[in-house]
């Protein structure tokens, strides 16, 4: 059996989390969900459509607020008492913060990242990133289950979800946290910056590159963005100058994304930039230069300048 | 502002081989001699030890082998012992093999290693002796008292990139200690303070040089591990000191690399551009064609010899390593020297801190020390090389051989030395009146994205990431100059030398160009604070933890 530890916050489930239940589907018949936290029922019930056995609610008001030795004690009796061959988890800043603590509780091993996984019998192959994703490595672990296994976010597709025929039941879990045991003291969850964007979630983006010039022209990549129903992103000079936040800058120092469509405006294509993107389903490029290492990995490109391209795009869209 | 302090016996500041060379020889003489315990700490700026670090390399196992006997037992990683070497004169098209290999570049018994893996290996064998290696935290300056040094500052965390002060804001902490080691390598910042403060400097400036290296994956069968190939002349001109090498690793694994001094004469010269002729030279072509580039990076070397060396110690301090400028470039080597000074600053100052005296007087038996070991039998006779080399790669080769035979005599003995910098001539006086555009490289090359790559790709491949919201970690201390006066001079060499493209000169939007710093595509090098003609830029550390990512490097 394999367990898929959930993430869900004011009863939504994210993303990372369907992603990471289409990972167990693709490599178990026999696959469990658990969800921790306090009301999870919204959660639940969500998770409960898929096509899995069961769906285990650990709801405790220690557990309430997410704090990593919550989680650690909460999992580590769970996965005791269902004792699953393979534990998978999505690659979230959560999962992060956890994770190394239970595998080290359980004494099991963890791999991280995890682009792919396969099965031959019982061998389970996880294959993960190295060198900056230059390399994929294939990891076979030697010892007895159960492992654990965090999903890189956007490497399952959460619409390949399969889906049961009926809803399948909720199973009520109870686990002991001994007072004290929980070392953290949460305070409220806040978020650093007011309007901080998740461009994970977006299933389009319309990103801006140097080719832009002048922060008094991001209005065109912006009604680009808006015709089509995308966010805007932008490589690193762009953040660099501070004509958008931070938080939409996409690469390996920004955000790693795979939307549906993604839309380069004026990006060359360096590698620092195409490492966040490349997982993208369709990529449409608009760059002056022919040579652009964009082109080499987008599915339209289109060689021109993108004061004239976009307009004539957005006039398209409008019309 | 409220600032934890740490006081412990010694503090030795970079994890490098000299730093974890002191740290084991201090707490080895600790375990023979006994008494109170003493605490040893050693703060890294890398946040994994050995993660900054990278050198050709081939390993003179001498000094390793002075500190810990079995180090082959305890399982130092070796990659491959040196089976054949040779040397190679190359003009654009062709290869001319020496006959013999001169003796210096003769590695017979030496090993081939990645530093990096070597270093992570040391800090194992220091933290297992009870060292303290606080690795993510890098020195951000001295403490004085007076003129005696007491302590090092470690750099604030959670800063913003407009210096305001984030949530996760923690101020550094103050470690002080009775005696503190300067390991900070090349161009150190910290050693650069106390130069600054004291009059320490040695009889000539120092001279560095710039070192790239990569890793490439080849095809099987290219060449055998062990094989060490070092190259003169092509891609550089006679004016410029350096060469290539090529250190075969096993698994059908090679580093390569070029050495370029950084004393060259031509505004317009690209040590990067350099570096990619050398890949497409043929010799080297034929061999990495079809192979995977692994892994990037460049350091500075300190290469001006024993004359440039600074006087090593001061009230409650020493340096030892590249900080000191303890490295043989006829040779090639340094991290024996590194491990050697290491060790004697190391027992220097636990006798210090034993007899509760780390004044200057008393740290002086590290001069001493030096002069009685293997650092000055081997430095002394060839004290005036690289400095003859400043005169043209045919004068520097006589007089190499010269000082073979002479054990380093000379009718100029020290033979005049300037620094690198300021051999660098101005576009008019290079060029005349036809110089070439500000923004160009003398031997640019179109990189072909498969053995040739352009700065922000390789950058990429040395896994340099950096907390992007913190101030700039280069400190330029007047950027008018490089919009203004350097451009027109010398066509804004940083843009060149620079191994990461940190610097670049874009569109002011008035017509003009203004510098821009790309601080986290910094590789902590150094070389812009040794290069740039104007002497205003400072190197500075960045949050600890940020800057490359060595591994196997």
Redesign the interface.
């Known amino acids: 059996m394999i367990l898929v530890v959930a993430e869900q916050r004011d009863g939504a489930i994210n993303k990372a989390s369907l992603e990471a239940v289409v990972a167990a589907q693709q490599v178990g018949d026999a696959v469990k969900a658990v969800l921790l936290g306090g009301d999870l029922e919204p959660a639940a019930a969500e998770l409960a459509r898929a096509r899995v056995e069961a769906v285990l609610t650990v709801s405790d008001p220690a557990l309430a607020a997410y704090t990593a030795d919550g989680h650690v004690i909460a999992l580590e009796q769970v996965i005791a008492a269902e004792s699953p061959e393979l534990v998978i988890l999505p690659h979230t800043y959560q999962t992060r913060d956890f994770a190394p603590a239970l595998a080290t509780r359980l004494g099991r091993p963890i791999v991280t990242d995890c682009v792919g996984l396969g099965r031959q019998g019982s061998t389970v192959t996880f294959t993960r990133p190295m060198?900056?994703g230059?390399v994929l490595a294939d990891v076979v672990i030697e010892a007895d289950p159960p492992w654990l296994a965090t999903v890189q976010v956007g490497a399952f597709k959460a619409e390949a979800l399969e889906q049961g025929s009926s809803p399948v039941p909720i199973v009520p879990v109870k686990v002991e946290i001994a007072d004290g045991a929980i070392r953290q003291r949460p305070e409220a969850p806040f978020r650093?910056a007011r309007q901080a964007v998740d461009l994970t979630r977006a299933d389009r983006i319309v990103a801006v590159g140097r080719g832009i010039k002048?922060e008094e022209h991001l209005e065109i990549a912006r009604g680009l963005a808006s015709a089509l129903g995308a966010e805007l992103a932008a490589s690193r000079p762009i953040c660099?100058n501070g004509w958008l936040p931070?938080d939409r800058?996409i690469g390996?120092?920004g955000q790693t994304v795979a939307p549906k469509l993604y839309v380069a405006l004026g990006i060359s294509g360096?590698?620092?930039h195409v490492?966040g993107m490349k997982g993208a389903k369709v990529i449409v490029a608009v760059n002056k230069d022919p040579e652009a290492?964009i082109f080499e990995i987008s599915d339209y490109g289109i060689v021109g300048d993108l004061f004239d391209v976009v307009p004539a795009i957005i006039k398209e869209l409008s019309a | 502002m409220e600032r934890e302090s740490l006081d412990v016996d010694v503090l030795i500041v970079g994890g490098g081989p000299a730093g974890l060379a002191a740290a084991i020889r201090i707490a080895q003489l600790q375990s023979e001699r006994g008494g109170e315990p003493l605490s040893i700490a050693v703060l890294e700026k890398a946040r994994e030890p050995g993660a900054h670090i990278l050198s050709g390399a081939v390993l003179d196992p001498s000094s390793l082998g002075e500190l810990l006997p079995d180090f082959v037992e305890r399982g130092a990683p070796l990659a491959a012992e040196v089976r054949r070497d040779s040397v190679y004169f190359l003009t654009s098209r062709r290869r001319l093999r020496f006959p013999v290999t001169p003796p210096p570049l003769r590695n017979h018994g030496h090993y081939i290693v990645s530093l990096s893996r070597l270093v992570r290996w040391l800090t194992g064998q220091a933290e297992a002796a009870g060292v303290d290696v606080f690795a993510g935290f890098a020195g951000a300056e001295l403490l004085f008292d007076g003129n005696r040094v007491v302590g090092v500052r470690t750099g604030d965390r959670g800063v913003g990139r407009h210096g305001e002060h984030k949530?996760a804001f923690e101020p550094g902490v103050d470690v002080r200690a009775p005696v503190t080691l300067l390991c900070d390598g090349v161009r150190g910042n910290l050693t650069k303070q106390l130069l600054a403060r004291l009059p320490l400097e040695g009889r000539l400036p120092q001279v560095y040089a710039l070192g790239f290296k990569e890793l490439w994956d080849l095809p099987a069968g290219r060449v055998g591990a062990g094989t060490v190939v070092h190259t003169l002349g092509y891609p550089l001109r006679p004016e410029e000191f350096g060469g290539g090498f090529i250190y075969a690793l096993p698994d059908n694994r090679i580093a390569l690399g070029l050495v370029v001094g950084l004393d060259y004469r031509d505004p317009h010269f690209d040590p990067h551009a350099a570096f990619q002729r050398l890949k497409q030279h043929p010799m080297v072509a034929g061999l990495i064609e079809g192979g995977q580039l692994?892994?990037y990076g460049a350091k500075a070397l300190p290469e001006g010899g024993w004359y440039t060396i600074p006087t090593p110690y001061a009230d409650g301090v020493l340096i030892a390593g590249d900080a000191g400028g303890f490295l043989n470039s006829l040779r090639l080597k340094g991290i024996h020297l590194a491990i050697k000074t290491g060790m004697l600053a190391g027992e220097t100052a636990f006798e210090a801190v034993r007899a509760g005296d780390a004044s200057a007087g008393r740290l002086a038996a590290y001069r001493q020390r030096l002069d009685e070991s293997t650092v000055r039998r081997e430095l002394y006779p060839v004290r005036n090389v690289h400095q003859a080399f400043a005169s043209g790669l045919a004068t520097g080769l006589a007089y190499a051989g010269v000082a073979l035979l002479t054990r380093g005599w000379w009718f100029r003995d020290p033979w005049p030395g300037e620094a690198g910098h300021e051999r660098l001539v101005k576009r008019a006086d290079y060029y005349g009146s036809d110089p070439p555009p500000e923004d160009a490289s003398a031997n640019a090359v179109k990189p072909d994205?498969l053995t040739t790559f352009d700065r922000?790709?390789n950058?990429?491949?040395s896994?340099t990431?950096?907390e992007?919201?913190q101030p700039s970690h280069l400190i330029v201390h007047d950027t008018d100059i490089c919009r203004t006066r350097c451009i027109r001079e010398y066509g804004n060499p940083c843009t060149r030398y620079c191994p990461a493209q940190v610097y670049e000169m874009v569109d002011d939007?008035q017509g003009g160009k203004r510098l821009?710093i790309?601080a986290?595509n910094c590789v902590h090098c150094r070389t812009c604070d040794i290069m740039d003609p104007y002497q205003i830029v400072d190197w500075v550390p960045p949050e600890g933890g940020g800057g490359p990512q060595y591994e196997g490097m």
Do not use: C, W
């Open positions: 060198f900056q230059k650093e002048g660099d931070m800058q390996s120092s360096a590698i620092q490492v290492p | 949530p692994v892994k994205r922000l790709t950058v990429h491949y896994g990431r950096h992007e919201d939007g821009q790309n986290s």
